[in-house]
Antibody
């Protein structure tokens, strides 16, 4: 059974880059039916999809964040990562990684536990 | 971007009652690409329904999804104590994928 675990700093300074990694266990990140996603949640804006990356590296980003987002995948470590540049307090959120499963028409059927990232000096 | 509007914002029920949650899209959404999630405090969302009406693995049959086009519904036939949570609809028909603002089902 696939499980996801998010890791990364819980505190990032304004204008710096937020970096998170999601480790996939119980399955291969190279599965062709999976799209590895990032979602964030804030009290004000609710759940916001950030984007996804496939094992081959193809991506789709939310246009609202596209200029600041980079996702990457490391198949050797069974991990995928998120970088969000030039962060501000508005980027403070709980960040989740999730698997979008093409066998369930890209619904997100496995989620990591979430990690709170605070942007503050 | 497709905007999903959920109603009501909150729903007060007693165990055993029926819950009906609505999700309306700002434009027509292929029902294959509509999902419902349940989120409890301090937890990640959990997939309940995908393809508008297919229950995810392990989801009890008291949860039923229905609808098409712009209007979708999640029904909980008889609410159990563990069902008190926030429910979100989500579309993945077109990018950017979007979520509704949530319906809180509370006692």
């Amino acid at each position: 059974q696939v499980q996801l675990q998010v890791s990364g700093p819980g505190l990032v300074k304004p204008s710096q880059t937020l970096s998170l990694t999601c480790t996939v266990s119980g399955g291969s990140i190279s599965s062709g039916d999976s799209y590895w996603s990032w979602i964030r949640q804030t009290p004000g804006k609710g759940l916001e999809w950030i984007g996804y990356i496939s094992y081959s590296g193809s991506t789709d980003y939310n246009p609202s964040l596209k200029s600041r987002v980079t996702m990457s995948v490391d198949t050797s470590k069974n991990q995928f990562s998120l970088k969000l540049t030039s962060v501000t307090a508005a980027d403070t959120a709980v960040f989740y990684c999730a698997r979008a499963n093409s066998r369930k028409w890209l619904s997100m059927d496995v989620w990591g536990q979430g990690t709170t990232v605070t942007v503050s000096s | 971007e497709i905007v999903l509007t959920q109603s009501p914002g909150s729903l007060s029920l007693s165990p055993g009652e029926r819950a009906t949650l609505s999700c309306r899209a700002s434009q027509s959404v292929n029902s294959a690409y509509l999902a419902w999630y349940q989120q409890k405090p301090g937890q990640a969302p959990r997939l309940l329904i995908y393809g508008a009406s297919f229950r995810a693995t392990g989801i009890p049959d008291r949860f039923r999804g229905s609808g098409s086009g712009p209007d979708f519904t999640l029904t909980i036939s008889r609410v159990e104590p563990e069902d008190f949570a926030v429910y979100y609809c989500q579309q993945y028909a077109s990018s950017p994928w979007t979520f509704g603002q949530g319906t809180k089902v509370e006692i």
